[in-house]
């Protein structure tokens, strides 16, 4: 089961883009990355989702390097509301996935 | 929309006794998974199943089981709750690599 490491906590201004940059140095060749937000007293909810190269959506864009050793999340211009918790999983469809603590990003005014 | 309901958003049980948490989910998917998240420590798996009466243990499982004798039915059973079995435990089904969580119970033992 791959694990990642994460930065536990960020800090950010209201307008900037702020990048999450996540270490999964085990993954394995049929595993995806994945991205999950979660805010306080919700459960996590699925941002993005990518194998290799860059994905964007109308949230996030997700960029994952040639040995994909590793991967970022980068959130453009974020906002109060973005303030959550971020995790990255690493694995493949049909297998459980380890969360971990995630990374705490406070958007400040 | 995805719905994924669970029985309790707040619970309070005493030492001792057996708790059950339900989990619906609205969908015909066979992967369900019961969490449990503590401060520092994030979401830590407890037991997952992937089809009806079949279920694999996660990270924790002590101390827990569980019941899938529905597809869209999920529970998790604390056959005697302690304390530091306090949470939020959180219920998730699946499809391919996506997770739908519930709102969550917590779960709060004196």
């Known amino acids: 089961l791959a694990k990642t490491t994460q930065p536990i906590s960020m800090d950010s201004y209201e307008g900037q883009e702020v990048n999450i940059t996540c270490s999964h140095n085990n993954i394995a060749t049929n595993d995806y990355i994945t991205w999950y937000q979660q805010f306080p007293s919700q459960g996590p909810r699925f941002i993005i989702q990518?194998?290799?190269t860059k994905v964007t959506n109308e949230v996030a864009s997700l960029f994952i390097p040639a040995d994909r050793k590793s991967s970022t999340l980068s959130l453009p211009r974020v906002s109060l509301s973005d303030t959550a918790v971020y995790y990255c999983?690493?694995?493949?469809?049909?297998?459980?996935?380890?969360f971990g603590t995630g990374t705490s990003l406070t958007v400040i005014p | 929309d995805v719905k994924v309901t669970q029985s309790s958003r707040y619970l309070v049980k005493r030492t001792g006794e057996k708790v059950f948490l339900e989990c619906v989910q609205d969908?015909?998917?066979?992967?369900m998974f019961w969490y449990r998240q503590d401060p520092g420590l994030g979401l830590r798996l407890i037991y997952f199943?992937?089809?009806?009466?079949?279920?694999e243990k996660g990270d924790i499982p002590e101390g827990y089981s569980v019941s899938r004798e529905k597809k869209e039915r999920f529970s998790l059973i604390l056959e005697s709750a302690s304390t530091n079995q306090t949470s939020m435990y959180l219920c998730?089904?699946?499809?391919?690599?996506?997770?739908?969580f519930g709102p969550g119970t917590r779960l709060t033992v004196t």
């Open positions: 999983l690493v694995g493949e469809a049909g297998n459980q996935f380890y």
């Open positions: 990518g194998y290799k």
């Open positions: 969908m015909d998917h066979e992967n």
């Open positions: 199943s992937y089809d009806v009466k079949m279920k």
């Open positions: 998730a089904r699946r499809a391919s690599y996506e997770q739908y």
